[in-house]
Structure formats: structure tokens, C-alpha cells
């Protein structure tokens, strides 16, 4: 009877410290003032065509030090929230699963990517599968709800156990499981089929891509699963 009295006790005591304690909450990847977590890729710091403007890291194509901007932590499990904004015409991406190494020269080498994309201006805009919120050359978006140039569009991105899911706008619009007869299908079709580091690494950083164009990034979060 003592024994179950304590067992009963323990797990009214703990059965309320554990959960909350477990529970993960998002937490800030940008605090809205500095590039403070972020770097270049294959740099040490954050170059300086990525600034931050009006509570957004905002690429300015014209300055000198271009390049990719990543995350200085690394992510497996994981749901990302963001809000994105493009410039008339213009390409980025939010690439995930980077894997960091002189050996290769840019994060889409190993890095999975959900476009970011001016739909009616840009000239990437031919392809289903190269639209906004597309797994980029994989799957096309299963709706159309990127909105126009100019305007923030919301994003979630879910990673877990290799389920990628898509969010944008509040619409799913991506889901598949990595390593399935689907995946595996939409890899064969694309122009990462021979790419053999493609992918590879299940934990790595995450970037904002630098194609060249204009483009803005603000409260942006991630969540560990």
C-alpha cells in the first residue's frame, strides 16, 4: 500500500514537471536587430550584401559579400516558421539539410530547397516544380497561394523522421517521405538524380539563398522535434 501511495504521489508530482519540461517551443533563429546565428556560407560571419532592415534580413544584390546566409546551428527534426518577401522578378530559396564543407560550393549541393519565387515576373516561373513553395525541381505545390511580389507570405516547413511537409500561407502544399517509391520517382525526374551528396545528410544547417535578387526574410523560428 505504501508502495503504491508513493507511486501514485510520484506521478502526480512528476506526471506535471516532465511534460512541461518536454515540451519544445519555438525558438528565435533572428532576433529582428542583428545577423547574430547566422553566417555566410563558408564564412565566419555574415557578409555584408545580408542586412538587417526594418525587422528583416533583407539581401541587397548590389553589395559586395554575396552568398548564401545559414544558420551556425544544425537541425534534423524539426518545424521552421517564416515570413518571405520577394522583389518583382525575383528567386531565392530557404534550403535545409546543408551540409558545411569546402568540398562543396554551394548549400543546394546537399540541400533541399522550397522556393522562393515572384510566380507572375520571374523567369524560373516555366516549370511546376519551380514555383513558390514547390520542393524545388521535386513536386510542384498541390495549390497555387504564393502571393504577389511585394507581400510577405507565411511558411511552414516541417522535417520529421523524413516526412517533409510545406506550408504557405496557411495551405499545405508539399508532403512526402524521403526514401519512399514517391520520393525516390520525383529524384529520378529531377536534375539532382545523379547528384550523389544530394540529400545525404538527414542533420544540417539551414539557408536563405542568394540568387541575385532582392529578397527579405522576417520571424523566422525553429522548432526542435
Not at 7 to 29: D, E, H, N, W, Y
Not at 69 to 93: P, R
Not at 109 to 120: F, H, R, S
Not at 142 to 165: C, D, F, I, S
Amino acid at each position: 500500500m505504501k508502495v503504491l501511495v508513493f507511486s501514485t504521489l510520484a506521478l502526480a508530482i512528476f506526471g506535471r514537471i516532465v511534460p512541461a519540461a518536454a515540451q519544445a517551443k519555438p525558438q528565435p533563429l533572428f532576433d529582428g536587430k542583428t545577423t547574430k546565428g547566422w553566417h555566410t556560407y563558408l564564412k565566419t560571419s555574415a557578409e555584408p550584401a545580408w542586412v538587417v532592415a526594418n525587422g528583416a534580413l533583407q539581401l541587397d544584390p548590389k553589395a559586395a559579400g554575396q552568398g548564401d546566409l545559414v544558420t551556425d546551428g544544425e537541425y534534423e527534426n524539426f518545424e521552421l516558421t517564416l515570413e518571405w518577401n520577394i522583389s518583382e522578378a525575383g528567386n531565392s530559396g530557404i534550403i535545409f539539410g546543408v551540409h558545411e564543407d569546402p568540398a562543396f560550393h554551394a548549400t543546394y549541393e546537399t540541400g533541399i530547397e522550397m522556393q522562393v519565387l515572384d510566380d507572375k515576373n520571374a523567369e524560373d516561373n516555366k516549370k511546376a516544380s519551380h514555383l513558390a513553395g514547390s520542393l524545388y525541381d521535386m513536386q510542384a505545390p498541390a495549390k497555387n497561394v504564393a502571393r504577389p511580389a511585394g507581400e510577405w507570405n507565411l511558411v511552414k516547413l516541417r522535417k520529421q523522421n523524413g516526412r517533409l511537409t510545406f506550408s504557405l500561407n496557411n495551405a499545405q502544399i508539399v508532403d512526402v517521405q524521403m526514401g519512399s517509391a514517391e520520393w525516390k520517382t520525383l529524384l529520378e525526374n529531377s536534375k539532382f538524380k545523379t547528384w550523389k551528396n544530394f540529400a545525404a545528410y538527414p542533420k544540417g544547417h539551414i539557408a536563405l539563398q542568394d540568387h541575385g535578387h532582392q529578397v527579405a526574410f522576417r520571424n523566422i523560428k525553429v522548432e526542435q522535434l
